[in-house]
């Protein structure tokens, strides 16, 4: 589950110096022309399309240039007039170049580069650069959010490369100039577009983002051009024009057994896979049971690929074969999906769960008695919301779930990345008030002064505001239907402490005449093997398979809440 304090940057946007923060009043930002050569890009944040960039690449006998310009509306707020990245015969950096504005400061930079260094003119706002930072011979120019077409160049680096290959990004002068990467994994899939399919690389990086890991998912077709960029803990994501569309997905994993279907919610459409048993009767001879599976925050796409982890398709592959049939779906407004990300709360996406169960119940090849949902993380929040309104809900699985508020559990996941942080205490206390704050605001719709613009414009939100007020405790207490608690003994997200409430109460409060639990040793929240189960460990998990324990245990007991009666 996607910690709420994080910000949107990639890394590190060029550092501001105080005195550059005090600005006239923004001028309103011209958008800039597009070039007739260019290759569009649609930018999307938690879904919701916020801004486009057009990148060209030229190549000859003097290297790669990779140029472009673009806008992205807020909260990212970057106007982008030209950009600019070119790259020696040998793919050594030469030079950087940018014209942009970033929420209102205007920035120009042009940077050389030349025996490991990288020399730096230009301005910020009112305030001179001048710098020159120390970088290695075959850094890449990765200049952030400001022009993301750069990434480009890093599509063709990666080609060939082995995993545990190691990068360095020059992301903008200053004390954070170079950010270093690895690669972590790289696997062939294919992009379905309407009813056509092409190739493309999937390589999985992990950048070392202020000694937190964060993962990056950048697409290149097969000869090296760049189609889709990812981000997926912050909901950022870049997609070529041709990709842009609802009707476009990647196939991630494929399960035998899996079928595409269309399932109708309300007033729009949710892409969906059905994975059906390969190893039971043929479907006319008998009503099948079904499992609805909901992925946590870290990922909306049906998979539930989180850190190299497709967490929903290998349990989806688990359940199938114990005899059920599997539903994993693409989160409204993204994928296959339609809707409106950036307005839904919980509540609404329990809603769109409803919508999946009453589809399945109105087949002749399911069991409608015999319907149960999964839910991971966050996910779990909403299998129990949705199982406490519908009825035809038979059976919950909850996996990793939180037992306390979001506004609790933001501040705890606060607390235990601090308590990881050489921070003094002035600073911890700083940032814990500040969370407080806004989580007050947010809550109350009060008490916003003070608080940076920026700040609130990413919280300020319906969905994080159903987020912060949701209470499990009070959903568990309605519940009728059996339920069966999986928790990761070696989460750090959502330590194993939750699980020990939310049984506790669901047992005493709540109709459910079952309740049962299981606590997996040795494995983190995402579900896989681990030794420390912290998030900076899932960079460096050599197993990706969601354990047999977890899977084991979900099978043994699905099939119990939900055996045919005469």
């Known amino acids: 589950m996607r910690a709420f304090h994080c910000t949107w940057t990639l890394i590190l946007l060029l550092a501001l110096p105080a005195t550059a923060q005090q600005l006239p009043q923004r ?34 006998a003097e290297g790669l240039t990779i140029s472009g310009l673009g806008q992205i509306a807020e909260p990212i707020d970057i106007l982008t007039r030209r950009a600019e990245v070119h790259y020696r015969a040998d793919l050594s950096l030469e030079s950087l170049a940018l014209d942009a504005r970033v929420s209102g400061l205007d920035i120009t930079l042009q940077t050389t580069f030349n025996n490991g260094a990288a020399v730096s003119q230009g301005m910020q706002g009112n305030v001179p650069i001048s710098t020159t930072d120390m ?61 056509s399919t092409f190739d493309v690389h999937h390589y999985e990086l992990v950048f070392d983002n202020a000694g937190a890991p964060l993962a990056i998912h950048l697409y290149a077709d097969n000869v090296g051009a760049l189609v889709r960029l990812t981000v997926p803990a912050q909901g950022l994501e870049m997609l070529r024009d041709d990709v842009a569309a609802s009707t476009t997905r990647t196939h991630v994993t494929s399960n035998p057994g899996d079928e595409a279907v269309v399932i109708p919610s309300t007033g729009f459409n949710l892409g969906a896979t059905l994975t059906w048993p390969t190893n039971a009767p043929a479907r006319a001879t008998t009503k099948r049971p079904a499992v609805v599976m909901i992925g946590g925050s870290d990922t909306d796409d049906r998979d539930g690929m989180a850190y190299g982890v497709p967490i929903l398709a290998q349990l989806a592959a688990a359940v199938s074969q114990a005899g059920f049939v599997a539903v994993r779906y693409d989160k409204r407004g993204f994928g296959q999906s339609g809707g409106r990300q950036e307005s839904a709360t919980i509540a609404d996406l329990a809603d769109d769960v409803r919508s999946i169960v009453r589809w399945l119940a109105g087949r002749k090849d399911i069991d409608s008695k015999r319907i149960a949902v999964l839910g991971h993380a966050e996910g779990a929040w909403v299998a129990l919301l949705a199982a406490a309104r519908d009825k035809r809900i038979a059976a919950v699985v909850s996996i990793d779930a939180p037992a306390t508020t979001g506004a609790d559990l933001a501040l705890e996941q606060q607390q235990h990345v601090l308590d ?26 009060r008490g916003w002064e003070g608080i940076p613009p920026d700040l609130r414009r990413q919280a300020d939100t319906p969905w994080t505001q159903s987020v912060l007020a949701f209470d499990p405790l009070k959903v568990v207490d309605n519940m009728r239907q059996p339920m069966l608690f999986v928790h990761a003994e070696l989460d750090r997200q959502v330590p194993v402490s939750h699980v020990e409430r939310i049984v506790g109460v669901a047992r005493k409060e709540s109709k459910s005449k079952s309740v049962e639990v299981v606590t997996v040793r040795g494995v983190n929240h995402l579900l896989v093997p681990a030794i420390t189960g912290e998030t900076d460990e899932y960079a460096s998990l050599s197993d990706l398979n969601v354990s047999k324990d977890v899977t084991t245990a979900v099978d043994a007991w699905l099939t119990k809440a939900l055996a045919a009666r005469p």
Do not use: C, W
Not at 29 to 43: D, E, G, K, L, V
Not at 162 to 172: D, I
Not at 177 to 182: C, D, I, M
């Open 135 to 195: 970088v290695s011979p075959q850094t890449l120019a990765l200049p952030n959010n400001i022009f993301m077409g750069a990434h480009a160049a890093l599509a063709r680096r990666l080609a060939g490369s082995a995993p545990g290959a190691e990068f360095r990004a020059f992301v903008g002068p200053g004390t954070s100039a170079q950010v270093a990467f690895r690669l972590r994994g790289e696997t062939t899939e294919q992009v379905q577009t309407g009813t």
């Open 420 to 445: 990881r942080m050489k921070a003094s205490p002035a600073e911890r206390a700083q940032k814990v008030e500040m969370q407080k704050k806004i989580q007050a605001a947010v809550l109350t719709g």
């Open 27 to 60: 001028q309103q930002a011209q958008p800039p022309a597009r070039s007739p050569n260019a290759q569009a890009y649609t930018i999307f944040l938690r879904g919701t399309p916020v801004g486009r960039q057009e990148v060209s690449v030229r190549s000859d």
